[in-house]
């Protein structure tokens, strides 16, 4: 009989946890590129035209 939990639970939780960070992080970067994409052709018109 074993009294510890079996070996790879605590792991696999971790180890989802620390994917669904990286999901977050990805995604709020992603957002971030989308947002400073679409401001670029604004700032270059603002720019090249004062």
Known sequence: ???TP???VE???F???RLLGLLRLS???GR???TVLGLLPTMWTLL???
């Open 32 to 34: 971030c590129t989308i």
């Open 48 to 50: 090249g035209h004062s």
């Open 1 to 3: 009989m074993r009294t």
């Open 11 to 13: 792991e696999t939780f």
């Open 15 to 17: 180890r989802l946890l």
């Open 6 to 8: 079996p070996i790879g």
């Open 27 to 29: 995604g709020f970067l």
